[in-house]
């Protein structure tokens, strides 16, 4: 367990956690000159659990001075327990207000008030402090009170006593996700980082993510300053890393068990105002260890009063690896003040609709879930989800999934009721097609997915249009999609001039003209033209200019050739593929262009770049 010391300068913060532990938390010269605590310290406790086994307490000395606020803030993220340092002396003080304020904004669920230097103070003025202190904040009524004293050691025993009864271990089956908040080196280990396991459990062996991706291995821990093979959740831990280097590593980097792929600019968030705050603020954002500047934008008021809840956009100058319900402190726009206390609802926040009715409810909702099951319902309700972005946004293993019924191999999650809702949308737009070109066989699958599921990833409509296929709710005539009562047929006649026309174009691989095989067969040319331009509906021609035809066949083998091309080199250009089909300039010209309007190319300046590799 760790608890965490806020309060006012020299309130005795460092004094009090120095009788309960033994341990100076001043680590750094200038704070042991200055006699304050600058930066974060740390003092560790060894108890005796009741199964009669060794655990530790852990400290962290946050600093009180108001200049050193945003290390305080730091020190807090992940920790649940909290020693609220009052001198019996002096009493409330406004830093004292602030970080009780800041506890409050991070929704601390156990808040124990002490009061330091009782040996300088007569007991009647303890007696009248402690009413003050519940009237002034009146949520600390029910929280338990200590008066101690580190000169006369008076209370200090009662106050550990306290802390070991309220000791836990830590039950945490997410995946491994811990802040770092130093880096250094030691003599004879190597590298090594200091900071709070948020979640999850690490072993003295695994290999596990940093921030920009590297994998890194961890080679020995420290548990609550004890050598461990293994850290937990709730911890301070002290990790030797091996495979990087420390340039790699900065305060407010993130150790995970699940790769790093989603940091976020744009997040939303439930927002606790602890001042009024304008629709559209400059801010300071502090995430665990992270401090970094940012836009936040209202969505459901112009403007917020103290003490209410508002959904906001916030926009961050850097992204930052945020996960669901993730705890932030907002401050203003010369971090001179707290102004509010934000707590995660959405990783990439769409850039659209956000004050909606609709958007509003959903965030409504989003923040009424109490737990991941329900969460994921909701998402679900009307879009699809990638499987790894959810395992990260919840920070998840897959097999908390696969418990919902999900399948845990498939890239996408959806509901059945998405899945039929787009099907139907599919089997709409091809009924649609239908009408306006009954003289149509139908279109391509890559085509009839660009028609009616845009929106959704590529390969998930894609899979939805191949279950259509396989269940026979479309069918497939010579890679046209069209639907199962849809028909065009060569009538008997035109079936006996198609089987004359056809040995025409085995014969040679280049284009012909309606012209020519009008001529060569001694047929009307325009009674030629539509029965080629049938053809061509039926899928067995393919015009690449007005009246040049080729075999689908051989259309088939061109794109196979330009495919296999541009694998190889990245692109191709008219002269390469010239010099590939053995065709003239004109021709060879006309074919790469049909390409680049059917959509199987593109051009960009004087090549032709793939661009849906699919067709044909």
Same mark, same amino acid.
């Given at each position: ?92 003080? #406004? ?150 280097? %420390?340039?790699? $590593? ?99 926040? #769409? ?67 998405? %899945? ?24 391509? %699958? ?10 959704? #990833? ?42 004359? $026309? ?31 331009? %049938? ?82």
């Amino acid at each position: 367990m760790i608890i965490v010391t806020a309060g006012h300068v020299d309130h005795g913060k460092s004094a009090l956690l120095h009788a309960l532990t033994g341990t100076h938390t001043a680590h750094l010269p200038e704070e042991k000159k200055r006699g304050l605590t600058i930066d974060l310290g740390y003092a560790y406790l060894p108890i005796h659990t009741d199964s009669n086994q060794t655990d530790t307490l852990g400290f962290i000395d946050v600093p009180g001075h108001q200049k050193f606020l945003s290390n305080m803030l730091a020190g807090l993220g992940g920790v649940e327990h909290a020693l609220l340092v009052i001198s019996a002396e002096e009493g409330l003080k #406004p830093q004292t207000l602030e970080h009780f304020e800041i506890l409050n904004l991070l929704n601390f669920k156990h808040i124990m008030v002490v009061l330091t230097k009782a040996d300088k103070v007569e007991p009647a003025q303890i007696d009248q402090l402690i009413p003050q202190i519940k009237q002034q904040l009146p949520s600390l009524n029910s929280a338990p009170f200590f008066v101690t004293s580190c000169v006369t050691g008076s209370g200090i025993a009662e106050l550990k006593a306290y802390l070991i009864a309220q000791n836990r271990q830590v039950t945490n089956n997410q995946p491994f996700r811990y802040v770092i908040d130093r880096v250094f080196h030691i003599k004879g280990a190597g590298l090594v980082v200091t900071g709070t396991a948020i979640a999850g459990k690490v072993a003295v062996g695994d290999e596990i993510y940093l921030s920009d991706g590297t994998k890194v291995r961890v080679k020995a821990i420290h548990a609550q300053n004890h050598p461990s093979e293994s850290g937990v959740a709730g911890q301070r831990l002290a990790l030797n890393l091996a495979n990087v280097d %420390k340039q790699q $590593i900065a305060r407010g980097h993130w150790l995970t068990e699940l790769a790093p792929t989603f940091a976020t600019d744009r997040i939303t968030v439930k927002l606790s105002a602890a001042q009024p705050l304008k629709e559209m603020s400059v801010v300071h954002i502090y995430h665990f260890a992270s401090h970094i500047t940012g836009k936040l934008s209202l969505l459901n008021a112009k403007q917020a009063v103290k003490n209410a809840e508002y959904f906001a956009e916030v926009l961050l100058d850097e992204p930052l690896h945020i996960a669901f319900n993730d705890k932030l402190i907002i401050r203003n726009g010369d971090d001179s003040q707290t102004v509010a206390g934000a707590q995660v609802l959405e990783i990439h926040s #769409p850039k659209r609709h956000k004050r909606s009715e609709a958007r509003l409810a959903y965030l409504t909702a989003l923040a009424q879930t109490g737990n991941y099951a329900q969460r994921i319902v909701l998402y679900l309700q009307h879009d699809v989800l990638a499987l790894e972005r959810l395992l990260w946004d919840e920070q998840l293993f897959a097999t908390e999934i696969a418990k919902l019924g999900f399948d845990t191999n498939a890239e996408w999650l959806y509901s059945p009721a998405f %899945k039929q809702a787009a099907q139907q949308k599919v089997l709409a737009k091809l009924a649609e097609y239908h009408s306006l070109h009954q003289d149509q066989l139908g279109v391509a %699958k890559a085509r009839l997915r660009r028609m009616a599921l845009l929106e959704s #990833p590529e390969k998930l409509g894609l899979a939805f249009i191949d279950d259509l296929l396989a269940t026979q709710q479309l069918a497939q005539t010579r890679g046209w999609l069209h639907l199962p009562d849809h028909r065009i047929e060569f009538n008997p006649q035109e079936l006996q001039i198609w089987q004359q $026309i056809r040995p025409l174009f085995e014969a040679t691989n280049q284009a012909l003209w309606v012209r020519d095989i009008a001529n060569q067969l001694t047929i009307d040319e325009t009674e030629m033209r539509n029965l080629l331009y %049938k053809a061509g509906k039926l899928g067995y021609l393919i015009p690449i200019v007005k009246d040049r035809f080729l075999l689908n066949e051989q259309i088939e083998a061109f794109a196979q050739l330009i495919r296999d091309f541009i694998l190889r080199h990245g692109e191709i250009s008219v002269n390469q593929l010239r010099d590939e089909i053995q065709y003239g300039r004109k021709l060879t010209v006309q074919l790469i262009e049909y390409f680049d309007r059917s959509g199987f190319l593109r051009r960009k300046g004087n090549v032709h770049l793939l661009r849906d590799h699919d067709i044909f």
